[in-house]
């Protein structure tokens, strides 16, 4: 059997075959992704994966080919940060292969601690897809906690493309949608075992081609039951002024920066406008220090509405001691700031520099703009402002995190409101990657989503992770809908990742215990 002799090949292979075998695996499995969704990859991928790990590899093995197979996938899911060190390529240029690679051999640590941990006491082929998908969910969760955490291009975001299957993240989040990915992607690993019995070879690829389909008519009913509704009187329109990011803060073009958002703002619309929403850092002016500015922003709504903006607010937190915040601002018709929110999940090394006394004595600094760090605020928080339902106000990044979205301790939002600017990253991978991570937390917590990014995507979803309106990355426009309505509180709303903790602990003792059964027995037939 063809697929017998291809397991077999890649178990038998050792050094630099090995090592290119996992790295290319890995780039098909990134490849699986946003903004690709070459979904037959997984298969490739994960089966591939497991057939380079046979139970009797070494430990040390196991974890350089997980480390070699993460390194291939971080390297082709993350080469679009290089576009934003070369916004300013005379000062961050020469960071560029340690971005592109230095990063990736960082984050392959996670997935060669997951091969490491793959327990070598149990063979069969459907046992070990399970234990390959906890373990690679288990070294996926922590890549989202461990410093500040980085829970970017999760498996589990290849469904994406597939909106009904997508919807068990409402029941598990992500990280248990991952955990599903990778185990239907190795199940069918078992057809390789020629040693196996009918129901050890076929059983496991069945039961996940069941699984999958399972999911997929839960998913498609779950979406017809929930058509989009609107909140009523609320009209918004959000902006995509398109400034391009090298030009953005330079001194003779501010103005027009300024110029062009509110041209775009006040221009004809088909219904009366409630509420403006312009991306983050906008423009590059202090607004909330800058009152003759903000007057001519307050000018583009009547009474009762508001424009939100994403500022920087620069400020003195002690003599001759600067900071700055990344911030969300509302400003109403008598051009009064009537509520600030600060983003509280920070870039390392973007709006930050870690360890700042080690590391710039040797010219590295953080790539935003401006002379010093950014501080956290605190969050997330939940907002209430005159003419809207309540929302989570999240700038950028913060979107990415599952289960950090909103305030558990007060009451549930109606709608997530994301201000970004991806204008770093070129037309790349990054931005559709970003957009699809955020369209997952509406599915997850059950509320709509109005993003709004400098060059795009913008983009209205619905609760369900329905894009309602969108504007594609380089172009320049409006986006213009209603509100849509929440949905009644998830599974995964209300418990978040602990949900994952009951079946991850069963899994575990389950490995556990069959462990040690397998080598009980061992021993008893070596005797």
Same mark, same amino acid.
């Not at 185990?183 to 057809?191: M, T």
């Not at 009913?221 to 009187?233: D, K, Q, T, Y």
């Not at 018709?333 to 600030?340: C, Q």
């Given at each position: 059997m063809?697929?017998?002799?291809?397991?077999?090949?890649?178990?038998?292979l050792?050094?630099?075959?090995?090592?290119?075998?996992a790295?290319?695996?890995?780039?098909?499995?990134?490849?699986?992704?946003?903004?690709?969704?070459?979904?037959?990859?997984?298969?490739?991928?994960?089966?591939?994966?497991?057939?380079?790990?046979?139970?009797?590899?070494?430990?040390?093995?196991?974890?350089?080919?997980?480390?070699?197979?993460? /390194?291939?996938?971080f390297?082709?899911?993350?080469y679009?940060?290089? !576009?934003?060190?070369?916004?300013?390529?005379?000062?961050?240029?020469?960071?560029?292969?340690?971005?592109?690679?230095?990063?990736?051999?960082?984050?392959?640590?996670?997935?060669?601690? *997951?091969l490491?941990?793959?327990? !070598?006491?149990?063979n069969?082929?459907?046992?070990?897809?399970?234990g390959?998908?906890?373990a690679?969910?288990?070294?996926?969760?922590?890549?989202?906690h461990?410093?500040?955490?980085?829970?970017?291009?999760?498996?589990?975001?290849?469904?994406?493309?597939?909106?009904?299957?997508?919807?068990?993240?409402?029941?598990?989040?992500?990280?248990g949608?991952s955990?599903?990915?990778?185990?239907?992607?190795a199940?069918?690993?078992?057809f390789?075992?020629?040693?196996?019995?009918?129901?050890?070879r076929?059983?496991?690829?069945?039961?996940?081609?069941m699984?999958?389909?399972?999911?997929?008519?839960?998913?498609?009913?779950?979406?017809?039951?929930?058509?989009?509704?609107?909140?009523?009187?609320?009209?918004?329109?959000?902006?995509?002024?398109?400034?391009p990011?090298?030009l953005?803060?330079?001194?003779?073009? =501010?103005?027009?920066?300024?110029?062009?958002?509110?041209?775009?703002?006040?221009?004809?619309?088909?219904?009366?406008?409630?509420h403006?929403?312009?991306?983050?850092? *906008?423009v590059?002016? /202090? @607004?909330?220090?800058?009152?003759? +500015?903000?007057?001519?922003?307050?000018?583009?709504?009547?009474?009762?509405?508001?424009?939100l903006?994403?500022?920087?607010?620069?400020?003195?937190?002690?003599?001759?001691?600067l900071?700055?915040?990344?911030? &969300?601002?509302? &400003?109403?018709?008598?051009?009064?700031?009537?509520a600030?929110?600060d983003? /509280?999940?920070?870039?390392?090394?973007?709006e930050?520099?870690? @360890?700042?006394?080690?590391?710039?004595?040797?010219?590295?600094?953080?790539?935003?703009?401006?002379?010093?760090?950014?501080?956290?605020?605190?969050?997330?928080?939940?907002?209430t @402002?005159?003419?809207?339902?309540?929302?989570?106000?999240?700038?950028?990044?913060?979107?990415?995190?599952?289960? =950090?979205?909103?305030?558990?301790?007060?009451?549930?939002?109606?709608?997530?409101l !994301?201000?970004?600017?991806?204008?770093?990253?070129?037309?790349?991978?990054?931005?559709?990657?970003?957009?699809?991570?955020a +369209?997952?937390?509406?599915?997850?917590?059950?509320?709509?989503?109005?993003?709004?990014?400098?060059?795009?995507?913008?983009?209205?979803?619905?609760?369900?992770?329905?894009?309602?309106?969108?504007?594609?990355?380089?172009?320049?426009?409006?986006?213009?809908?209603g509100?849509?309505?929440?949905?009644?509180?998830?599974?995964?709303g209300?418990?978040?990742?602990?949900? @994952?903790? /009951?079946?991850?602990?069963?899994?575990?003792g389950?490995f556990?215990?069959?462990?040690?059964?397998?080598?009980?027995?061992?021993?008893?037939?070596g005797?």
């Amino acid at each position: 059997m063809w697929l017998a002799r291809v397991a077999a090949g890649l178990a038998a292979l050792h050094g630099w075959r090995r090592h290119a075998s996992a790295t290319a695996l890995g780039v098909a499995t990134a490849a699986a992704l946003p903004p690709y969704y070459a979904l037959p990859l997984l298969i490739v991928g994960f089966t591939g994966l497991l057939w380079l790990t046979p139970p009797t590899l070494a430990l040390r093995v196991r974890f350089a080919t997980g480390w070699w197979f993460g /390194f291939g996938f971080f390297v082709t899911g993350l080469y679009w940060l290089a !576009n934003a060190l070369l916004i300013d390529a005379v000062r961050f240029g020469w960071l560029v292969p340690f971005a592109v690679l230095g990063l990736p051999a960082v984050l392959a640590l996670f997935t060669g601690a *997951a091969l490491a941990a793959l327990p !070598n006491t149990i063979n069969g082929a459907g046992t070990r897809a399970l234990g390959l998908a906890l373990a690679w969910t288990l070294a996926e969760w922590l890549r989202g906690h461990v410093l500040t955490g980085f829970p970017w291009n999760l498996v589990g975001y290849a469904w994406m493309a597939e909106l009904a299957i997508a919807q068990a993240a409402s029941l598990v989040g992500v990280y248990g949608l991952s955990f599903l990915t990778v185990a239907i992607g190795a199940a069918p690993a078992a057809f390789a075992d020629r040693a196996a019995s009918p129901v050890r070879r076929f059983g496991p690829p069945a039961a996940a081609a069941m699984v999958l389909v399972g999911l997929g008519l839960w998913g498609a009913a779950r979406l017809a039951a929930h058509p989009l509704a609107f909140e009523p009187g609320v009209a918004l329109r959000v902006v995509q002024a398109n400034v391009p990011q090298t030009l953005k803060w330079r001194d003779d073009y =501010r103005s027009a920066a300024l110029a062009r958002h509110l041209d775009m703002s006040a221009a004809p619309s088909a219904q009366p406008v409630t509420h403006l929403i312009w991306p983050e850092t *906008a423009v590059p002016y /202090f @607004l909330v220090d800058d009152p003759e +500015r903000r007057r001519a922003v307050a000018g583009l709504i009547r009474p009762g509405g508001l424009v939100l903006t994403g500022v920087v607010r620069a400020f003195e937190t002690a003599p001759q001691r600067l900071t700055a915040r990344n911030s &969300i601002i509302a &400003i109403d018709a008598a051009s009064e700031v009537v509520a600030i929110y600060d983003k /509280f999940h920070l870039v390392p090394f973007g709006e930050y520099l870690p @360890l700042r006394a080690l590391l710039a004595p040797f010219g590295i600094d953080k790539i935003v703009f401006g002379p010093v760090d950014f501080s956290p605020g605190a969050g997330p928080v939940t907002m209430t @402002l005159p003419g809207l339902p309540p929302f989570s106000p999240l700038v950028c990044y913060e979107a990415i995190f599952p289960g =950090r979205v909103v305030d558990r301790d007060s009451a549930r939002p109606a709608w997530l409101l !994301n201000v970004s600017n991806d204008g770093w990253y070129g037309d790349s991978a990054g931005p559709h990657q970003h957009l699809a991570m955020a +369209r997952m937390r509406t599915i997850e917590e059950g509320l709509p989503l109005v993003r709004a990014a400098n060059t795009g995507i913008t983009a209205i979803v619905g609760p369900l992770g329905q894009v309602v309106r969108s504007l594609g990355y380089g172009h320049q426009g409006v986006v213009e809908s209603g509100l849509p309505k929440p949905i009644q509180s998830t599974t995964y709303g209300r418990f978040g990742d602990r949900i @994952l903790a /009951f079946p991850a602990l069963l899994l575990i003792g389950y490995f556990l215990v069959g462990g040690v059964m397998q080598r009980t027995a061992s021993q008893k037939r070596g005797r």
